[in-house]
């Protein structure tokens, strides 16, 4: 959504493929402003034949793919589903732009998940694929068909391997939506509690509307590349949520609960990025603090929470 905003505000006409235009949510559109700037059109990403006659009609210059099933912990509850649909929406992309001979440049949302068991960090764009997640299995497989459609096919094609980067748009299986949403409803006078896993495992986290930014611009370039998207900002998921509700003047102690059933079957317990790459060959760079990120991410919340109750 941030993107189409800020294609949106460089003049771009912005097309979104959805899975059904005539009952569309809408929600996220009307937070940002644009509902009616942005022409949706119904589309099955799985069918070839339903995604050539999509970039057919459009003539598209640019093509971001953000689709995904992209929750880590719904992919080992879904593995055939996940890997399914993150794999077949990416090669359908790249298949029909190669069929029809487009000269449309092509951004595949990549993921810091599809590292997995990491053997040095900061994580850099040359860094071993391990994944531990069958989410972390379908990126990376999307990850080296966008690669290969590039080397082999000439596609202008760019993977951004984005690290958390968080928004008051986050969908609630989120963790940082889940507790944000949580103790704002706890600070209004809610019975609640927080229900959480591992609390020790470090992300590197990031602001998303700045992300947007690095992709958009990778697309600028004159050759097509990956490139690592990361703040730097890593601490733990406990500490992080403690952060949020201390805004709030709570202790988080009192308000959260550890669930073991929401522990994954494999974990990542660290990583975190090197963008060197991206901010000196892309000029790109967070311009917001972490301490401004969750100061935002809060306030944002709270401003969400009381447009939905009014």
């Not at 941030?2 to 996220?28: H, W």
């Not at 099933?69 to 090669?91: A, D, H, K, M, Y």
């Not at 690290?163 to 019975?191: M, P």
Request: net charge neutral; with cysteine.
């Amino acid at each position: 959504m941030y993107l189409a905003k800020l294609l949106l505000e460089k003049n771009y006409n912005v097309y979104g493929a959805i899975r059904d235009a005539t009952n569309p949510s809408l929600i996220n559109l009307a937070f940002l402003g644009i509902t009616d700037a942005v022409q949706l059109i119904s589309t099955n990403l799985r069918d070839l034949s339903n995604v050539i006659r999509l970039l057919e009609k459009v003539q598209p210059g640019e093509i971001y793919n953000l689709a995904s099933q992209s929750s880590v912990g719904r992919s080992f509850e879904q593995p055939i589903g996940t890997v399914e649909f993150n794999v077949l929406s990416t090669i359908n992309l790249l298949e029909a732009i190669r069929f029809l001979a487009l000269e449309a440049r092509f951004y595949q949302a990549s993921s810091s998940e599809m590292f997995g068991k990491v053997e040095k960090l900061p994580v850099t764009e040359e860094a071993t694929i391990h994944p531990v997640s069958p989410y972390g299995i379908s990126k990376a497989a999307a990850h080296w068909i966008t690669v290969n459609y590039r080397e082999s096919y000439g596609v202008f094609s760019c993977c951004g391997i984005l690290f958390n980067h968080e928004s008051v748009l986050r969908g609630k299986q989120f963790v940082t939506k889940k507790v944000i949403s949580t103790a704002v409803r706890i600070s209004r006078g809610a019975n609640e509690k927080v229900t959480l896993g591992n609390l020790d495992i470090q992300r590197d986290w990031g602001y998303a509307p700045e992300y947007v930014k690095a992709m958009w611009t990778m697309l600028q370039q004159e050759t097509s590349d990956d490139y690592i998207v990361a703040a730097g900002w890593r601490t733990a998921c406990g500490n992080l949520s403690s952060l949020f509700f201390a805004y709030l003047g709570l202790h988080w102690e009192d308000y959260v609960v550890i669930e073991k059933n929401l522990f994954r079957p494999s974990e990542m317990q660290i990583i975190y990025g090197d963008s060197t790459k991206t901010r000196s060959k892309l000029g790109w760079q967070p311009k917001i603090s972490f301490k401004d990120l969750i100061h935002g991410l809060v306030e944002q919340e709270r401003g969400c929470e009381q447009t939905v109750s009014t």
